[in-house]
């Protein structure tokens, strides 16, 4: 993309970040800040809508390859990576997964918002490409989608357009935020979507999940690695969906850091049948049920590791070792979250719970108190011992929420809880 359309997406993305703050929200899988104009429901709609239009093009053309040994094995791929990708998100077992293969040499491959896949020919025929790898890029793809990083782009691609019509809005009184609801913007938002370079901070999130993605679906998490190799050593013809991709030497650094912690997911895994696992909701010609769907995701979201996630703060939670030390710095948002906590709390949303907690970072006992609740109700008793005595202690050190008139424990009892817990 140009230089000043950047600048342009750049000022949007602030402007609008300022002015819409419901526009912007947290991300409950990474806990990062991001800009959502977009909702979920009109983000799939929208990308649904993109995708038959482009793949109904490249149909007529003839540019989309079925029934081939490698397409067929692609699809096989792809389908055991979403049986695991509703441990991350369980509302993406309502998708309606679909992949394609593309005859284009390019080495491209994409998930839009709501599962909507495509993977380019360019990775057979340019990279000579294993199953590993291509389990690789494609959890990689769906990291992407999981963790909503599409429906941020498209909502930045709409924060632009609708700059002008915000001015004009001002002016007439209309309601620019219909512009956001229009399905032929949407479509047109999720198109352009594809072809938006992601940021760092998301594509290092996309290789977190699409690294974990693919080691519990029996994938060698070292395909990840081989996979960027290749991709240094083809150089120049670096693909354009990756332009703005970290350095393919920190990349391949991070990512061989990552193979260890999940390599034992995918010794797991391999020891099981391959197939094992995947619901009959996936695949090509899989009819929609929604009944079925709802069941696969409430039995995963129920298994203990269900909530694993190797982002390195979460995984200090989930070892006991998170300290909060954040004061006055952080008391804002401590004032803003801790209602969003509660809910979260009467909700027994774990993971949630303790990414919003982790995020806030603010030192007291109602904080190290949920975050001990979130570990206990994701079965990590150690932590969650750890966090009920630093509850205790910040207490003593007068770092409580129950301060009299400035009372901010959101009518949880968390002294008495606490004393309760580590009896
Ligand atoms: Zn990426």
Known sequence: MSGMKSVLRVAAFGWACVALVS???????????????????????????AYNRMIGGLYQKGKVET???????????????????????????????????????????????GGKMAIYTGFWDKLR??????????????????ASHTREKMSVDLAAKM?????????????????????DALQGAAAVA???PNSREAETEADQIGIELAARAGFDPRGAV???????????????????????????????ALVPKVDPLYQLAKAGKPTDGIPSFVGAGAKTN????????????????????????????????????????????????????????EKKAWRDLAVGVL??????????FLLAEAAAGMSLPGAARAYYQRALQAAQAGKTCGGGLADTCEGIEVTRLTQNALR
């Open 23 to 49: 526009g912007c929200a947290t991300n409950t899988i990474t806990g990062r800040s991001q800009l959502m104009m977009v909702s979920e429901e009109s983000a799939i709609k929208g990308s649904a809508s």
């Open 67 to 113: 029934g081939t040994p490698r397409a067929e094995r692609a699809k096989e791929i792809t389908d055991r990576l979403i049986a695991q990708a509703v441990r991350f998100r369980a509302d993406s077992a309502s998708w309606q997964w679909e992949l394609q293969v593309i005859q284009d040499p390019k080495v491209n491959a994409f998930c839009m918002a």
């Open 129 to 146: 490409a294993t199953d590993d790898e291509i389990a690789a890029v494609m959890g990689h793809e769906i990291g992407h989608a999981l």
């Open 163 to 183: 700059g002008a019509m915000v001015a004009a809005a001002v002016l007439s009184r209309s309601d620019p935020s219909a512009f956001a609801r229009n399905a």
């Open 194 to 196: 594809v072809t938006l």
């Open 226 to 256: 081989t996979l960027w190799e290749k991709m240094r050593k083809m150089g120049g013809g670096m693909p354009e969906f990756l332009s703005t991709h970290p350095a393919h030497e920190t990349r391949i650094q991070n990512l061989s």
């Open 290 to 345: 929604a009944a079925e769907r709802e069941a696969y995701a409430a039995k995963v979201a129920a298994q203990p590791d269900a909530m694993s996630f190797v982002s390195s703060p979460f995984e200090q939670f989930r070892r006991g070792e998170t300290v909060l030390d954040c004061q006055l710095a952080c008391l804002v948002s401590y004032g803003i979250h801790r209602g969003d906590w509660k809910k979260l709390y």
């Open 359 to 368: 995020q806030v970072g603010y030192l007291n006992d109602l904080s190290y």
